[in-house]
């Protein structure tokens, strides 16, 4: 560089004063119009109608329903319209008919005669256990669990002793289950609270958890399996031995997943410290043919201790593996698996991006109190249709903790381009002094919006429909979107277990079909996915077996029905509901 | 806001840590530059400017129906729209973005902007339709190659394996074609409601056939439980829209249309596809420019499009030639060419609603604004349109706005592209409406048959029965058929008369 005099420097001052100053202008320009746009992307407008919908139904009880609350979300009377179930602490569950028509205000209809309202309720999940192609009902009590055979018109009866199920005495919070390979009726795996018969309860007295697997299949079912599958003649399912999967850590959610993408699942368990001594969140393997035995540090399990409530699964990066969202008291997690670590050397190391990605949701995002909050249900989900995830998760104060928040309103964390999240729980009207626990989140009115199901402790449930995208005029449409049921023969009809890969330009996204997770609460029926501006999108399922499909050709905003055996998808609309 | 690159932050202090070397002479330049730079924003309105873009007048944001002279103010925006050559000051080219319909991100800027093949390919919308005049067809010259733009999105070759060669197509009638395909899906979709209707009241499956303006589109089977087996549908997506354009008919709109070609020819990004609300980003293609085509934008290109008045029938003065093409009109019906070039469709309503009623999310929706209405039946060419007793609309296309398979083993030619196109096969096209035929050579997809009785040779699959007629016709039979085709014609005169 040149020597730099006076003369030259006063000139060049000068410019570059003004060009300084241009320079800051501009700058304070862009800034300010990148802090106008907090978030340009879609955001829902959900309207709460619950008492309007004809559900008034409160989740209520003493201390062994501080926890749990759940509501399952499953079609029970063949019209494809999700049907509600919803736990009731000490108060009777009830099961809601869901009446809605097409895009319109929601309705339901309590069936007030249903077998399915009973006391004790802490939550269920729907699965087809013996494979009629009606949806059972796993129901989680205070006491004995009580499995039900789903039958027509929202029929359902007692199946413990029919399939010899032993529904034991304690207090269970979580549920999840599978078809394991070879096995013709799903694996029924027991999340349990706090053992209160045993001494010191409730501290460091959390029960041991069960594993129910049906009977092995016989070599003669075997080596008739094809007649059995096409006839569906596999007998009916049992479950006369269970194992307990101790040590147990006192849990709330549970999920089996198909972590490393073995093509075998693990067991994943979130634990609440806060009863628990020396425990952790836990991941069970099952090796094939040998007992489920814990995943250790060795091989790479990191100790994580939380006051574990909630488990959410998805594929956030696109890689093919599932990333966890486990809600806490305080910090949600967002763990992100170790890539190398999971394929080189099928070790179990998870990274915590939720501070990097924005979705701690610590504490209230709206209000004066300042405490940390306390999540329950999660959910990945996509509200506003733009091909990104989105996570729901449901608040509030356990029941009068003074060192947490006790407004403590549900979130609804936007995924944004830059793969963090936006929370925009107030602006979309979920914002409620509510005590959530359970939840769905699910098309109730078959118009490709997500709707969210609440349930609320001392309160009436929260049903707030998905009413369109926010916009100075109103409520406008969104982005576009999918939604996809499985259907197989044989065992196994509504494909738990299977992946779908929906593809629109370069973008690959995936669900799993699985029966369990969030807290207390379930799901079965259509796959949503939003498709952002993509009007066509390919699929591709891998079936529980995994085996891949060919691939189907599908457009945007409609239901599809993939039938195993069929090379189209059918198409679906909601015919019952057409005036 | 807009920022030219020159005026952002970057540039400047690039420049300022330059001018620590920088002569006198050197700074005055700058200076200079900077001056240049300021103007050149500011003074998009002096006549001298190198904008191409026009300011829009505040008349044109009306909504609802539009009256006489609102619209004519909307084409006449559009024409200056569709006419205009886009500079980098209106925001043409898109470093980080490909063509693709989806917002897709380029990994790498491409080393120079325009390429014959990726794009950007074309300066104005114009640079390709203007044979015989603005708004018509285009030379093999003014090929494009059409490709998804997700993968290998900058291919620099015309091996076909990398994209599909089309010859550019012509306008004219083009507001009327859309119209017509918005009634026939809804025709398509009001009997799949039925077929529903009827399954679930009898309890058992229907079989619906499909139809529309006389045109057969397969069958559906309908269930009792609100399920659809769409296997048996043909020439139609299985959503039941007709798509009326493109070579293939896979695009809904002309609304649709104009997004996707001017980000793919120009760089040109529409707010309504490419705007934050669906990327996070008001200048996805990060060329320093945001928000570079409005809705009113898109909406006046659309208008101008859609009210180019449809091609006529040529009366010539020559009495051979007249008889020549009553004859050869006749032989065309009798050997099945009418069976796919319908000499015309019977439109019911000349009510253009923008946006329409069958896009989806990134084009425009009615669900999303409150709209406009162009009524056609406004313009000068309206009155020309014959009638039936219904009072409906003869549109004289010359097509069935159905796809059919257009190649066999034999007969291969209009089979040559490899790649499918938005779920169509490879050998299936849209049947090329032929009015304006006689002025919009050359033929083919590819634009690379130079006659039409080459184009009639080449056509195979469904086509075959009549192609085989054609051929076996007398040398006078054929001439006649020519005969006639040469009188589809686009008048340059009325053509430019609106």
């Given at each position: ?18 060009l300084?100053?241009?320079?800051t ?44 609350g ?13 049907d ?10 009830g ?9 319109q205000?929601l ?10 309202a ?15 192609g ?14 039900f ?56 007295t ?26 569906n ?19 709330l ?36 043919g ?19 409530m909630g ?29 190398q ?6 070790r ?22 300042l ?9 990945f ?35 944004t ?43 009436n ?48 996204q ?7 997770g ?23 399922v ?8 060919a691939?189907y050709?599908l ?20 015919v019952?509901?057409?005036? | ?17 330059n ?5 006198p ?24 400017s ?8 505040d ?36 470093p ?8 897709t ?24 339709h ?39 197509n012509?306008?004219f ?9 918005r ?22 499956a ?7 303006k ?11 439980d ?19 354009f ?33 990327t ?29 008045p ?37 439109l ?10 069958l896009?989806a999310?990134?084009?425009?929706r009615n ?20 009638r ?8 004289p ?34 049947t ?5 035929a ?5 033929y ?22 009549s ?14 058929v ?8 686009i ?8």
């Amino acid at each position: 560089m040149r020597p730099f005099c006076y003369s030259h420097q006063r000139r060049y001052g000068l410019l570059i004063g003004l060009l300084l100053s241009c320079t800051t202008m501009l700058s304070t320009h862009i800034h300010a119009q990148d802090s106008d746009i907090d978030y340009a992307g879609d955001i829902p407008h959900y309207v709460e109608q619950a008492l309007e919908a004809g559900i008034e139904h409160q989740y209520s009880g003493a201390w062994e329903f501080f926890v749990g609350g759940g509501v399952s979300s499953f079609d029970c009377n063949a019209d494809r319209f999700p049907d509600l179930f919803i736990a009731g602490g000490e108060a009777t569950a009830g099961l809601y008919i869901n009446r809605s028509k097409p895009g319109q205000s929601l309705q339901f209809e309590q069936d007030k005669t249903s077998s399915l309202a009973l006391k004790d309720v802490l939550g269920s999940y729907p699965i087809d256990i013996d494979n009629d192609g009606h949806l059972d009902l796993v129901v989680l009590r205070l006491g004995a669990n009580q499995l039900f055979k789903g039958g027509k018109n929202c029929t359902f009866t007692p199946a413990n002793s029919l399939w010899n199920f032993d529904g034991g005495n304690a207090w269970t919070t979580a549920f999840s289950a599978n078809f394991e390979k070879d096995l013709d009726f799903p694996s029924l795996a027991i999340g349990n609270y706090v053992d209160r018969t045993a001494p010191g309860s409730p501290w460091g007295t959390c029960d041991a958890n069960e594993l129910h697997r049906p009977a092995a299949r016989s070599t003669s079912q075997a080596e008739d399996n094809a007649e059995s599958q096409s006839k569906n003649s596999m007998g009916i399912p049992q479950y006369d031995n269970h194992q307990a999967l101790t040590p147990g850590y006192c849990a709330l959610s549970m999920l089996f997943t198909d972590w490393n993408k073995s093509g075998t699942d693990s067991l994943r368990v979130t634990n609440d410290r806060h009863y628990y001594r020396g425990g952790q969140e836990q991941l069970w393997r099952f090796d094939s043919g040998e007992y489920p035995r814990l995943f250790s540090r060795a091989e790479g399990w990191e100790p994580l201790v939380i006051w574990g409530m909630g488990i959410a699964e998805t594929d956030l990066n696109g890689d093919g593996y599932p990333e966890y969202a486990l809600t806490s008291m305080g910090d949600t997690k967002l763990q992100v698996l170790d890539l190398q670590q999971a394929i080189e050397e099928n070790r179990p190391v998870y990274e915590d991006m939720a501070w990097a990605r924005q979705a701690t949701a610590h504490r209230p995002y709206t209000g004066d109190d300042l405490k940390p909050s306390t999540g329950w249900h999660s959910q990945f989900a996509d509200v506003n249709n733009d091909a990104r995830t989105d996570l729901f998760i449901a608040k509030g104060n356990v029941e009068n903790m003074q060192d947490f928040a006790n407004f403590d309103p549900d979130n609804l964390l936007l995924g944004t381009q830059a793969n963090t999240f936006s929370e925009q729980g107030e602006k979309a009207g979920l914002a409620k002094d509510t005590r959530g626990r359970g939840a769905n989140v699910v098309d109730l009115n078959a118009d490709g919006l997500l709707d969210i199901v609440v349930v609320n402790r001392e309160d009436n449930v929260s049903l707030f429909r998905h009413a369109g995208m926010q916009h100075d005029d109103g409520p406008r449409a969104g982005g576009n979107w999918l939604k996809i049921e499985l259907q197989q023969s044989g065992a196994n009809r509504h494909a738990v277990g299977a992946t779908v890969s929906i593809k629109t330009g370069n973008l690959v996204q995936t669900r799993r079909v699985q029966v369990g997770g969030g807290h207390a609460s379930g799901s079965a029926g259509f796959v949503h996915v939003g498709l952002g501006v993509a009007e066509r999108a390919t699929l591709r399922v891998q079936w529980p077996d995994e085996q891949w499909s060919a691939p189907y050709k599908l457009f945007a905003n409609h239901h599809v029905i993939v039938k195993r055996d069929q090379d189209t998808a059918l198409q679906w609309f909601p015919v019952e509901k057409l005036d | 806001m807009r920022i030219p690159p020159k005026l952002q932050p970057q540039f400047l202090l690039n420049n300022l840590t330059n001018m620590f070397s920088a002569t006198p002479f050197q700074l005055s330049c700058l200076m200079l530059l900077l001056s240049l730079s300021i103007s050149a924003h500011s003074d998009q309105n002096t006549l001298w400017s190198e904008h191409a873009i026009p300011a829009i007048p505040d008349t044109l944001n009306k909504q609802g129906k539009l009256d006489s002279a609102t619209l004519q103010q909307l084409i006449e925006h559009g024409e200056l729209l569709f006419d205009a050559r886009f500079t980098t000051l209106d925001g043409a080219g898109r470093p980080m973005a490909t063509q693709a319909i989806i917002p897709t991100k380029r990994k790498r800027a491409p080393r120079t902007e325009f390429s014959r093949t990726a794009g950007l390919d074309a300066n104005a919308c114009s640079s390709c339709h203007n044979v015989p005049v603005i708004g018509g067809a285009g030379d093999f010259s003014a090929n494009v190659f059409v490709s998804e733009g997700f993968v290998q999105s900058d291919f620099d070759t015309t091996d076909p394996q990398f994209s599909n060669e089309r010859n550019t197509n012509h306008l004219f009638g083009a507001g009327l074609i859309e119209l017509l395909a918005r009634e026939m899906s809804r025709d398509l979709q009001t009997s799949r409601i039925q077929a529903l209707q009827q399954a679930k009241t009898s309890g058992e499956a229907i079989k619906q056939t499909l139809q529309s303006k006389g045109v057969s589109f397969g069958s559906l089977q309908a269930f009792p439980d609100g399920t659809i087996d769409t296997a048996n549908v043909e020439g139609v997506d299985i959503d039941l829209v007709v798509r009326p354009f493109s070579h293939k008919g896979v695009m809904t709109s002309l609304r649709q249309f104009t997004v996707n070609a001017l980000n793919h020819h120009h760089g040109i990004q529409a707010i309504e596809r490419f705007g934050a609300r669906w990327t996070d980003n008001a200048d996805f293609d990060a060329d320093g420019y945001e928000n570079e085509m409005s809705e009113v934008q898109v909406s006046a290109l659309v208008a101008w499009q859609a009210s180019l008045p449809p091609p006529s029938t040529l009366k010539t003065d020559n009495k051979p030639w007249q008889a020549a093409a009553r004859a050869g009109e006749q032989t065309f019906n009798d050997i099945g060419c009418a069976a796919c070039h319908k000499p015309y469709l019977l439109l019911e309503n000349l009510d253009f609603h923008d946006p329409g009623p069958l896009d989806a999310a990134g084009t425009l929706r009615n669900s999303e604004v409150n709209g406009r209405v162009y009524p056609l039946n406004l313009l000068t060419w309206a009155s020309t349109l014959e009638r039936d007793a219904n009072g409906h609309y003869k549109i004289p296309l010359f097509g069935d706005l159905k796809r059919h398979v257009i190649s066999d083993q034999q007969v291969a030619a209009l089979g040559n592209e490899l790649l499918s196109q938005r779920f169509v096969e490879r050998n299936v096209f849209m049947t090329t409406e032929l009015w304006g035929a006689a002025s919009t050579a050359p033929y083919g997809h590819r634009g690379d048959m130079t006659t039409l009785s080459e184009v009639i040779d080449a056509h195979g699959g469904q086509a075959r029965p009549s192609r085989d007629s054609w051929q076996s016709l007398s040398k006078e039979q054929r001439s006649n058929v020519i005969a006639f085709l040469k009188t589809l014609i686009i008048d340059p005169v009325k053509a430019s008369a609106e």
